[in-house]
Every structure is written in structure tokens, then in C-alpha cells.
């Protein structure tokens, strides 16, 4: 088969099954649920496909870093629409009614849950540079090297290609008037109701009537607005405090929001086609490129021979040499046993092992 299947509803059998079949080569992709994957130790997985959005940069970071781990290029692809958006923040309303948990600590966990949730969706929304915005995420104050042409290192989706963005410039303008309006001592779902206008009781304490934002983004979505602003969080336009009630706040960038010529732009999202998101992963996607077809073609022999000697061995084809160093053979061609151990990642023990058999076909081949 091109394809198996892995999740919980499978006997353990079968999972046990599909697991081996996709570390040993012998199926090339695998279709799971994020259980997967967690303690398989394969190191050529070239892409890595979500088809949807994971609840936090943290899971994400995880999940995509299980491509690549053997250096060479290879590629994580997030697929994402509204809706993704829509459904996790739902689950995270719905999921904590535990009764050893306090009603305080129920809202705790819920608020720290949905703050990592909130940069999960802003790193889907930005336009900046997808590795930048993953090393800041996680403290590193180190800027991402870029070539010429506008591309990271990474070679991300955002990076020297034109993104479709939508001006929010007055939305944003709004949520920054309204946060000084209700004197920057309410959340994120208070201030929502009040630019949209809502009757509901626990703002009237508020007495949002009497507030100049009131009602001034009663034409748009709750969604949208909720986006904005966290979309301004993640910019550092806004910031919302820790803590079981969590406030938003101003930053000293929340002044830019009243400048004259204040500017703001989100990627446009399109109701009922997938966004995507590629190109970031852990490691550097590197940049390697087969010098013609030949080399291709010699680079899928070798990938044969491997898989002959790991059936024959019983191990996982990565254990007899990994993709970067079969690369390093195509490009070497050795034919001689001083030629084979200068292939990055051989050693006297694999020479002895394997070399002949590999060397037998570069020579046919050539």
C-alpha cells in the first residue's frame, strides 16, 4: 500500500503493524491522529502535513520537528481555516469540568489553554517571517539570516513570496480605544461585547453606553475581532496579563495605534479553502538540489540496496545509512574502499558491512 492508517479506534495489532510497516520503508506515508509518532525514531521523514491547526506553538513545534531529523531538506505543511479556529477554542470551553479541580483552578487552566491557543492562531496569521515568529515565541532574541531574494534560511512560506493580507487598521484602531475606554480592566470577551454593541449583564456594570467605542464594531463578527486583537497581542500592540482573570493591557507600542499613519495587515483568510502554512521546522530545510537526473536516479538504487540489507538485517532502513549520507554517496560516486570512507557518515565498521554492495552498484550505474 502507498498509505496506512494509525489511531486510537485501531487494535494495538494493527497499530503495531502500520508503525512498522512506515519505519522500515516499506509504506512511504502514514495517515494519523497526533498520537503518532511520539517515540518513533525515524530520521528521514520528509514532510510532515496537519490537517488542522494544533492547539498551541508548543504542539506544533513537536509534531513538525519529527521531519528532518536527519538534517536533510524536508518540509512541514499546516493547512488551516476559520473554522479550526472556531472548533479548538469551543473544545477548550467545553473541556474542563473536573471535579478536582477548584472552579478557580477550572479557569486557570482554561485561560493559560487559551493564551497558547491565541499564538497558535497568531502564528497562522502573520505576515512576518515564520522562523522569526517561532524563535521569539520561545525567548531567542536572535534574528533569522536572510538572503538577497528575501528568503530565511528556512526558506518559510511568508519569506519573498506576496501574501494576500486584509487592512484591520481601524479595527485594530478600535480595540486600542476600547481597551482605554473600560480603563484597561477587563478581558478579551468583555471588551468584544462592547464594541459590539451587546446588552449583556455583566458589562453593564461598565456602563458601556456611555463609552465613544460602544457599538463601533457591532458589523463584524466576534471572531474577527477576537483575531485582531490577537493578533495585536502577538505584535506587542496589546499584551493580556497572567493570572485566573487574565486583563488586557497596553504595551508602550500601544501608542502606534494612535498614530495618524498607523498601518495594520493581516493575512486574508477565505471561508471553506485551507489556508496554508509551510516551510518551518525545527531544523533548517537546507537547500539541496540533485545536480541532474542521473543523480537521482543513482540516489533511488542506493535507496534500494539500503532497503535490501535492512529487510535482510531486520532494522530500519536509517540504521544501515541515513538519506543525508546516501546524498553524500551519489555526490562522491566511490568505487574504492578510500573513496567510501570519505562519504560523510561511513565508517570501517559499515565499509566492512555494506560497501561492497553499495560500491557494486555505483559502478554499474556509472
Known amino acids: 500500500p502507498i498509505a496506512v492508517a494509525y489511531h486510537g479506534g485501531m487494535s494495538a495489532e494493527m497499530r503495531n503493524r502500520a508503525q512498522r510497516d512506515f519505519v522500515t520503508d516499506r509504506v512511504p506515508v502514514v495517515v494519523a491522529t ?125 519569506c519573498g513570496q506576496s501574501i494576500e493580507t486584509t487592512d484591520v487598521t481601524d479595527t485594530a484602531r478600535a480595540i486600542s480605544r476600547c481597551v482605554h475606554d473600560v480603563g484597561a480592566s477587563v478581558g478579551i470577551g468583555k471588551i468584544v461585547k462592547v464594541l459590539r454593541g451587546s446588552k449583556a449583564q455583566d ?29 495585536m497581542v502577538t505584535d506587542d500592540l496589546l499584551e493580556i496579563t497572567e493570572g485566573r482573570l487574565p486583563i488586557v493591557r497596553f504595551t508602550h507600542d500601544s501608542l502606534k495605534t494612535a498614530s495618524p499613519d498607523f498601518h495594520y495587515e493581516m493575512k486574508t483568510i477565505k471561508r471553506g479553502r485551507p489556508s496554508r502554512v509551510e516551510g518551518v521546522s525545527p531544523r533548517p530545510l537546507g537547500s539541496y538540489t540533485p545536480e541532474n537526473d542521473g543523480d537521482e536516479a543513482l540516489f533511488q538504487k542506493l535507496r534500494g540496496v539500503r532497503f535490501a540489507i535492512a529487510q535482510e538485517n531486520k532494522v530500519p532502513p536509517y540504521i544501515v545509512f541515513s538519506d543525508k549520507t546516501l546524498r553524500d554517496m551519489t555526490r562522491v560516486k566511490p568505487v574504492d574502499d578510500e573513496m567510501f570512507l570519505s562519504v560523510n557518515g561511513v565508517g570501517a565498521s559499515k565499509l566492512a558491512k555494506y560497501g561492497e554492495r553499495f560500491m557494486q552498484v555505483i559502478r554499474e550505474f556509472a
Open 203 to 231: 458589562i453593564a456594570s461598565l456602563n458601556p453606553e456611555r463609552m465613544p467605542t460602544y457599538g463601533m464594531l457591532r458589523d463584524q463578527s466576534e471572531a474577527h475581532i477576537r483575531d485582531v486583537l490577537n493578533q
Open 34 to 158: 497526533n498520537a503518532f509518532g511520539m517515540g518513533i525514531d525515524k530520521s528521514n521523514v520528509r514532510f510532515v502535513i496537519h490537517y488542522n491547526m494544533p492547539e498551541s506553538i508548543e504542539a506544533y513545534y513537536q509534531e513538525a520537528g519529527r521531519a528532518g531529523r536527519d538534517g536533510e531538506p524536508s518540509r512541514c505543511t499546516l493547512l488551516w481555516n476559520e473554522s479550526d479556529i472556531v472548533t479548538r477554542r469551543r473544545l477548550l470551553d467545553m473541556d474542563y469540568d473536573n471535579d478536582r479541580l477548584t472552579q478557580q483552578e477550572q479557569d486557570a487552566v482554561r485561560a493559560s489553554k487559551h493564551r497558547l491557543l491565541n499564538a497558535m492562531v497568531g502564528y497562522c496569521r502573520t505576515t512576518d517571517c515564520l522562523h522569526e515568529y517561532m524563535t521569539r515565541y520561545f525567548g531567542e532574541d536572535g534574528g533569522v539570516s536572510k538572503g538577497d531574494d528575501g528568503m530565511c534560511a528556512g526558506g518559510c512560506a511568508n
